[in-house]
């Protein structure tokens, strides 16, 4: 693991492939860290000719934690009031920690590919600094518009249920919520309780969780400023997914000029091994266009 002094922020990476090659940014989800991308995946990204590139985000993993306490009730009251609430942090801090990684490493830009939360890091990063991004990915996630998107009850349950404070719990729980939201018969518990042991070994705050949803909520909808990208889109998005509603991916591809939109049928909020030749086919063909 290596770790880069970017944005003000220790961010933590991993590399994978040939430094050479066309390089390739991995930023995830809400909660999630660079050692829960699948290596396979990885692998063929890197064996397609790609330099890849996975980060810790902010309060995830072996990056910066921050310490403050965030009323994610009452952040999204006063939103929806039409508000300001104040938050650690906004996901345009997030996107400078991951352009201050490519900073890091000497690299002018990369193709960004983001999943989730990170598709909503991603975008942002694209229409800060558009000149760092040579193609955007953005797989299940949306606009910053409350409109669309949204969950579904089980998302929405999911969504809000903090795990508990102590190791063996906040396992059992975070195995439970993946399980809600993954593609339908394709969930591997004992798998899954390997990875979900790991990151936590690897770290465990779960406030952080709880600081990277109000940053996402309080930083509000990017559609009108999404209608003026100038880069390379691909939107991906599952038909079945309980978090980020299709949607949401819909209004993504629709307010981006020349987006590409890749439903998948029946896929969850998840990056199944079924859907790895239709993902990755994607992924790769929009890098070389």
Same mark, same amino acid.
Request: hydrophobic content about 45%; glycine content about 10%.
């Given at each position: 693991?290596?770790?880069?002094?970017?944005?003000?922020?220790?961010?933590?990476?991993?590399?994978?492939?040939?430094?050479?090659?066309?390089?390739?940014?991995?930023?995830?989800?809400?909660?999630?860290?660079?050692? /829960?991308?699948?290596?396979?995946? *990885?692998?063929?990204?890197?064996?397609?000719?790609?330099? !890849?590139? #996975?980060?810790?985000? #902010?309060?995830?993993?072996?990056?910066?934690?921050?310490?403050?306490?965030?009323?994610?009730? =009452?952040?999204?009251?006063?939103? =929806?009031?039409?508000? =300001?609430?104040?938050?650690?942090?906004?996901?345009?801090?997030?996107?400078?920690?991951?352009?201050?990684?490519?900073?890091?490493? +000497?690299?002018?830009?990369?193709?960004?590919?983001?999943?989730?939360?990170?598709?909503?890091?991603?975008?942002?990063?694209?229409?800060?600094?558009? /000149?760092? !991004?040579?193609?955007?990915?953005?797989?299940?996630?949306?606009?910053?518009?409350? /409109?669309?998107?949204?969950?579904? &009850?089980?998302?929405?349950?999911?969504?809000?249920?903090?795990?508990?404070?102590?190791?063996?719990?906040? *396992?059992?729980?975070?195995?439970?919520?993946? /399980?809600?939201?993954?593609?339908? +018969?394709?969930?591997?518990?004992?798998?899954?309780?390997?990875?979900?042991?790991? &990151?936590?070994?690897?770290?465990?705050?779960?406030?952080?969780? +709880?600081?990277?949803?109000?940053?996402?909520?309080?930083?509000?909808? #990017?559609?009108? #400023?999404?209608?003026?990208?100038?880069?390379?889109?691909?939107?991906?998005?599952?038909?079945?997914?309980?978090?980020?509603?299709?949607?949401?991916? =819909?209004?993504?591809?629709?307010?981006?000029?020349?987006?590409?939109?890749?439903?998948?049928?029946?896929?969850?909020?998840?990056?199944?091994?079924?859907?790895?030749?239709?993902?990755?086919?994607?992924?790769?063909?929009?890098?070389?266009?």
């Amino acid at each position: 693991m290596s770790v880069a002094l970017a944005n003000g922020m220790t961010i933590a990476y991993e590399v994978d492939g040939d430094p050479g090659d066309p390089p390739v940014l991995l930023i995830h989800g809400l909660g999630r860290q660079l050692i /829960e991308w699948h290596p396979d995946f *990885i692998d063929r990204i890197a064996s397609a000719g790609y330099f !890849v590139i #996975r980060i810790d985000n #902010r309060d995830v993993g072996l990056s910066t934690h921050f310490t403050e306490k965030v009323a994610l009730g =009452e952040i999204r009251r006063a939103l =929806e009031r039409g508000e =300001e609430v104040v938050v650690p942090y906004f996901l345009d801090d997030m996107a400078a920690d991951a352009a201050g990684v490519l900073d890091h490493l +000497g690299l002018a830009a990369a193709h960004v590919v983001g999943v989730s939360m990170g598709g909503m890091i991603g975008q942002t990063l694209a229409l800060e600094a558009p /000149e760092r !991004v040579l193609s955007l990915t953005s797989i299940m996630a949306s606009t910053g518009n409350w /409109e669309v998107g949204a969950p579904s &009850a089980a998302g929405t349950r999911a969504l809000f249920h903090a795990p508990p404070p102590e190791v063996a719990g906040a *396992i059992d729980a975070t195995l439970e919520t993946r /399980e809600l939201l993954a593609t339908p +018969g394709t969930f591997d518990a004992a798998a899954e309780r390997a990875v979900v042991a790991a &990151a936590i070994d690897r770290s465990f705050d779960p406030a952080g969780i +709880g600081r990277q949803l109000a940053a996402i909520w309080a930083s509000g909808d #990017r559609t009108e #400023r999404l209608r003026s990208l100038d880069v390379p889109t691909l939107v991906i998005h599952g038909t079945a997914d309980h978090l980020v509603g299709l949607s949401g991916g =819909e209004a993504t591809a629709a307010a981006i000029p020349d987006a590409q939109l890749v439903a998948i049928e029946e896929m969850g909020h998840d990056l199944p091994r079924v859907h790895w030749d239709e993902i990755l086919s994607a992924i790769v063909d929009h890098f070389d266009q």
